[in-house]
């Protein structure tokens, strides 16, 4: 695991972090909405079809892929979702500096599995000395207060 970043980053309350958490969640319903409004019509276009299964493996895969692209290209162009953004967050590695794909690549699927768990992942943030989640500690990534603006 890497080290810790150079200059001491400042955890964020829960409160915080559930703040963020829940703002991402409603950017990320209305990414997924929008994406499947778009599948839905191009599957129409393309096939005819009247009707898309929520099934849908190829829907599921694109969906999934939308994710991966909003929460990794936001964490490696600015370091912060949108509801991160909002709450003075970001993800940054042992430099201080943005994640690399590599780190915020992992960060997400680890992510993934913390909810799988309950939300032990994140849980796991109450035990940690530096209150890092499962996926920040494993991707050798930090979630940080920003203290300006």
Sequence with gaps: MPD???KSPKAPSWGT????LFYDF???????????????????????????SPGDPVLRIYLAAILYLFFVGFWMHDGATL????????????????????QASI????????????????LWALFDPERRTFHDRFAGTWLIQRDEE
Excluded: C, Q
Excluded at 17 to 20: D, E, F, G, H, M
Excluded at 29 to 41: A, E, N, P, W
Excluded at 107 to 122: C, M, N, Q, T
């Design 26 to 52: 409603l950017l990320t319903i209305s990414v997924l909405v929008i994406g499947t409004l778009i599948y839905v019509m191009g599957s129409h276009y393309i096939t005819s079809s009247e009707e898309v």
């Design 107 to 122: 960060r997400f699927f680890l992510a993934i599995i913390s909810w799988l768990a309950a939300g032990g992942g994140f």
């Design 17 to 20: 972090r559930l703040a963020a």
């Design 4 to 6: 810790k970043p150079r």
């Design 83 to 102: 509801g991160m953004r909002a709450w003075k967050l970001n993800i940054v590695n042992s430099d201080g500096h943005r994640p690399s794909l590599r």
